[in-house]
């Protein structure tokens, strides 16, 4: 029962906040994929990032259709036409890959082979991972048997650690990808000067890039992170960005709750079947913390749901809130965030 429990916490750890916005970071500006690459290998993909355009609602389109498969099969794709050749230009497939994911690597050769025919462009495979195993792993990827594709791994050795608040201001995204790869491997410094390049942002943008780089850091970290913040900032910081940033909202407040209660049932039930009973009822308060992360959320967009919509955000199973929570930073409206 407690390894149930514990993937169900780790599934919920590793939710949206973290992954949504780091594939942002790379619609935010799409050259940071470029100078990853360079980084990587010295390879100038192109000297014109700014031409490069995402592309990832028509491959969602292509991939269901072509492939039978559900749209949210890549991160993200930016595509760039050379506008003097038609035939010129590249694609880059861009995955945040936070934990082992054997599947993904399984279609990878058919998404690349998707891009290929439906853009006729050089394409180039790009995959963000905080950790050293999943980076080992990913390393000695191959996709392909007669066409090979190695991927361009971006990790804490590729992601250049950003020194000053000076130098963050002048690439916010690349100050924020800073403060979460070496953040995660306890480099407090590197994540203060990410938070306070997130809190010169705009409004939309400083809330986003906060609860991003608190949702990679470690928790003793970022409750330290949070404690050290000037009495003022620290009042900017709403709720829902903790909630954000921590992201165990509601699971695991329900699982500690589930363990709890299943103990004392036990006593009358048996030890097994208690536990059985503090998991179910454990989920269901994580269930509903989730319910009300969602509702608030949407709230401090000044987004207000249909009677519908509220009803089916209610009524929401744990793995379509887990997939509504890794929309809700970058949905613009009730209807996209539900949209499967």
């Known amino acids: 029962m407690h390894a149930s429990l514990a993937r169900a916490e780790e599934a919920l750890g590793m939710l949206s906040t973290l992954h949504e916005g780091l594939v942002a970071l790379f619609l935010d500006d799409p050259g940071l994929a470029v100078r990853l690459v360079e980084r990587c290998d010295g390879q100038v993909l192109t000297r014109a990032p700014e031409l490069l355009e995402d592309r990832h609602a028509s491959f969602a389109a292509d991939a269901e259709q072509v492939l039978k498969m559900r749209g949210r099969s890549v991160d993200a794709l930016l595509v760039a036409r050379d506008p003097d050749d038609p035939k010129g230009g590249l694609a880059i497939l861009i995955e945040v890959q936070l934990d082992d994911d054997p599947k993904k690597q399984e279609r990878l ?156 049932v036990g006593l009358d039930l048996g030890r097994e079947e208690g536990l059985e009973v503090g998991r179910e009822e454990g989920l269901e308060v994580g269930r509903r913390g989730m319910v009300r992360l969602l509702r608030a959320f949407l709230a401090s967009r000044g987004l207000e749901p249909s009677e519908e919509e509220a009803a089916v955000i209610e009524a929401g199973t744990m793995a379509e809130l887990q997939a509504w929570a890794g929309k809700m930073l970058v949905a613009r409206t009730v209807a996209e965030l539900l949209t499967q």
Not at 122 to 147: E, F, N
Not at 228 to 242: F, K, T, V
Request: charged share 30%; proline share 4%.
């Open 109 to 264: 050769a058919a998404y690349l082979g998707l891009v290929v025919d439906r853009h006729g462009l050089p394409v180039h495979l790009g995959i963000l991972c905080l950790k050293d195993r999943v980076a080992q792993k990913l390393a000695s990827w191959k996709v392909g048997t007669a066409l090979c594709v190695h991927p361009y791994v971006f990790d804490h050795r590729v992601v250049k650690r950003v020194e000053s608040l000076e130098e963050g201001l002048e690439r916010p995204v690349d100050a924020i990808l800073s403060g979460v790869v070496h953040g995660h491997r306890g480099d407090r410094e590197a994540a203060r000067i990410a938070l306070a390049v997130a809190r010169r942002q705009p409004e939309g943008k400083r809330q986003r890039y906060t609860a991003t780089v608190l949702a990679g850091l470690p928790k003793a970290d970022r409750e330290a992170m949070i404690r050290a913040l000037p009495e003022e900032d620290e009042m900017q910081l709403s709720q829902l960005e903790r909630e954000c940033g921590t992201f165990n909202v509601g699971l695991e407040e329900g699982i500690e709750v589930g363990r709890k209660e299943g103990l004392e």
